[in-house]
Nanobody
Framework: QVQLVESGGDLVQPGGSLRLSCAAS????????MAWYRQAPGKQRELVAR???????NYADSVKGRFTISTDNAENTVFLQMNSLKPEDTAVYYC???????????????WGQGTPVTVSS
């Protein structure tokens, strides 16, 4: 089994910063992509940022210049540094990983349970 566990969500004032973390554990051979998505109340889940292993990160237009995604490949961990937070960033943030559990195995999609971020004064 594979588990993704997020942490770091909190209540923060507009203009503030938060750093989210997501650690993947379990039977993992290799992780190919890690990403952060978010879902605001009443809205669909949307991609925030993704980073292919050894590749270039890409970001939603709404967070470019404010958010930074990074990984610690040795620890199978992905981070999301969020600066200059706005009320519209309020959402539950989900970690996603595309991985395989054995050499030559199928690529599989895993999700964390979500961590809430609220930006409000």
């Amino acid at each position: 089994q594979v588990q993704l566990v997020e942490s770091g969500g909190d209540l923060v004032q507009p203009g503030g910063s938060l750093r989210l973390s997501c650690a993947a554990s379990g039977s993992i051979f290799s992780i190919y992509v890690m990403a952060w998505y978010r879902q605001a109340p009443g809205k669909q889940r949307e991609l925030v940022a993704r980073i292919p292993r050894g590749g270039t990160p890409n970001y939603a237009d709404s967070v470019k210049g404010r958010f930074t995604i990074s990984t610690d490949n040795a620890e199978n961990t992905v981070f999301l540094q969020m600066n200059s937070l706005k009320p519209e960033d309020t959402a539950v943030y989900y970690c996603n990983a595309v991985l395989n559990r054995q050499r030559g195995g199928l690529m599989e999609d895993y999700w964390g349970q979500g961590t809430p971020v609220t930006v409000s004064s």
